[in-house]
Structures are given as C-alpha cells and as structure tokens.
C-alpha cells in the first residue's frame, strides 16, 4: 500500500519547450501532495506544496509561472515546467500525504529525471 | 522553525559490521521523525518513521533508530550491514507530522565493502 508513481520517469526534451510530470497516488487519496527538485548529489529542496482543488504554495525563490502545478484530483497533482532550459535539468520527487488512516507520512514518488538540451 | 544535521556526508563500513548514521534535529515543537534510502536514480523509500510513540523505532531491512529528546537526536543503526544497503540515507524532520512541510538532511551516502 501507499504507493506514488511518477510518469514520465525521464524526459529529454529542447530548450524552450514545456513539459509535464505526473504525480500519482495509486492506493490512497492524496489531500496534499508536495514536489520536490534534486540536484546532483544533494538534499531535496522543496518547491511548492498543493492541495487538492486549490492553488499550489511555491517556496521562497521558485518561480510560480515557470513551474506549474496543478492538483486537479485527490490522486493526481501536475507539475509542468514551462520554456524550460537548461538550468532546470534536475530530479523532480513528488510525494504524497493522507492523514487519518495513513498517519502522517509522505510517500514519494519514484522521481522524474528531467533533461533539458 | 525546523532543522536537520546530518553529521557526515559518507560513512564506510565493511560488510557484516554495524551501521552508525547520525542525524540531530532541531524543532519548536514535538517533532516527528523520518529516515528515507535513495537507491542510485531512484525515489525515496521510508525506512522508519518516530511519532512521539515509542523511542526505540524499529524499521525495515533490520534498521532501527532511537530518539533521545535530551541529546535532539535520531541516529540511525543497523547490527550487520549488508551490501544492498549502500545507498543515499535521509533523515527528515516534521514539525507537525509529515503533512506539514518537512526539512531534509543533507544526505549520508554509505559504502559498504565486500
């Protein structure tokens, strides 16, 4: 149980374009999902958290416009990197929470290996 | 305000000897704990979790961390390391369960030698 997928699991793509990753919860609804960006061997760093229905809060220094998230359902939340470039290369996590039941644990998604050229 | 240390970046332990990874938090609140792995390309998988139950938290693959409130740490340890544990090791730490924001360790990357 409590399973996250990622769908694209890597993506290449060209400087300028747009492109979507999927953040699923298979067995659980998800009331807030969180995304997360990697850099090469380092920490995570928290993007933004969403809630189901309403709009996503972005941390300090992430760019709204740039990075778009969507949570349209209690299984599914949306981050599309809009005229992406180079410097957005990285290893986007999503992970997912549900209280009640579940308790208190995020879990994470497999991770989405975005490169861009 | 949360924070995490994690006090080394690599630990290197021989096969079939025990695992030490050191985390010390720091939280406003009664905090709660996590420990993830990160295989090589791969997501995050739980190890454990602390939620002001117990204080000795055991986990999977023989992994168990204590909490000890006094010294604001949550080391992790494991009684023989096996080869498939070498790996990336987070520990996490919530504020106000795992819901609210959590705040990432800097990783441990542990090497296990044959």
């Known amino acids: 149980g409590a399973v996250v997928s990622q769908h694209p699991s890597r993506v290449i793509c060209k400087s300028g374009t747009s492109v979507k990753i999927e953040c699923r919860s298979l067995d659980f609804q998800a009331t807030t999902m969180f995304w997360y960006r990697q850099f090469p061997k380092k920490s995570l760093m928290l993007m933004a958290t969403?809630?189901?229905?309403?709009?996503?809060?972005?941390e300090q220094g992430v760019e709204k416009d740039k990075f778009l998230i969507n949570h349209a359902s209690l299984t599914l939340s949306t981050l599309t990197v809009t005229s992406a470039h180079p410097e957005d290369s990285s290893f986007y996590i999503c992970?997912?929470?549900?209280?009640?039941?579940?308790?208190?644990?995020?879990?994470f998604g497999p991770g989405t290996r975005l490169t861009v050229l | 305000a949360q924070s995490v240390t994690q006090l080394d970046s690599h630990v290197s332990v021989s096969e079939g000897t025990p695992v030490l990874l050191r985390c010390n938090y720091s939280?406003?609140?009664?905090?709660?704990l996590f420990w993830y792995v990160q295989h090589p390309n791969k997501g995050l998988q739980l190890l454990l979790k602390y939620t002001s139950a117990a204080t000795l938290v055991k986990g999977i693959n023989g992994f168990e961390a204590e909490f000890k409130k006094s010294e604001t740490s949550f080391h992790l340890t494991k009684p023989s390391a096996h080869m498939s544990d070498a790996a990336e090791y987070f520990c996490?730490?919530?504020?106000?369960?795992?819901?609210?924001?959590?705040?990432f360790g800097t990783g441990t990357k542990l090497q296990v030698i044959p």
């Open positions: 939280s406003s609140y009664s905090p709660s």
């Open positions: 969403s809630n189901e229905g309403s709009k996503a809060t972005y």
């Open positions: 992970s997912a929470y549900s209280g009640g039941a579940r308790t208190d644990t995020q879990y």
């Open positions: 996490v730490v919530s504020d106000r369960g795992g819901y609210q924001k959590v705040t």
